[in-house]
């Protein structure tokens, strides 16, 4: 899951509801978002991303056009379309949630290469006996 995704999700529900958007709602302006991937997606690319989004079937809208015209009108491509909403969240995610520590590849290497031989021989008889 990712980190921000809540947080994102309630403000942009909440700044496209100001501009007279709904998310999932029935007027032909409103944003039917058919996957949650739709807001980090949105937040790595931005504009892009929403683009990409909309052409992947995460999203529809049934009139693009009164879409983007209150989003223009209220001015929300300012704050969405222009900052770097993406550059912000991976610090903070890389900052906060980072679990690349020297301490921490020990660990990592500890148990990807330290496997043991029985563990060996148990997958070298199951390839033996599938090609037998």
């Known amino acids: 899951m990712y ?26 302006q409103d944003i039917q978002i058919h996957s949650e991937m739709f807001y980090r997606r949105f937040a790595q690319d931005e504009l892009l991303g929403f683009a ?9 809208i049934e009139s693009i056009d009164e879409f983007f015209n209150r989003i223009f009108l209220q001015g929300l491509y300012k704050k969405y379309f222009q900052f770097p909403w993406n550059k912000i969240c991976h610090y903070l995610e890389y900052e906060l ?12 290497g500890q148990k990807h290469y330290d496997l043991g031989a029985f563990y060996f021989a148990g997958i070298s008889s199951r390839l033996f006996k599938t090609f037998s």
């Open 97 to 108: 949630f980072n679990n690349q520590t020297a301490k921490r590849s020990f660990e990592v």
């Open 3 to 28: 980190v921000f995704e809540k947080p994102l999700k309630s403000l942009l529900k909440k700044e496209l509801q100001e501009a007279g958007i709904e998310v999932n709602g029935k007027a032909p």
């Open 52 to 60: 990409e989004t909309y052409m992947d079937g995460w999203i529809d």
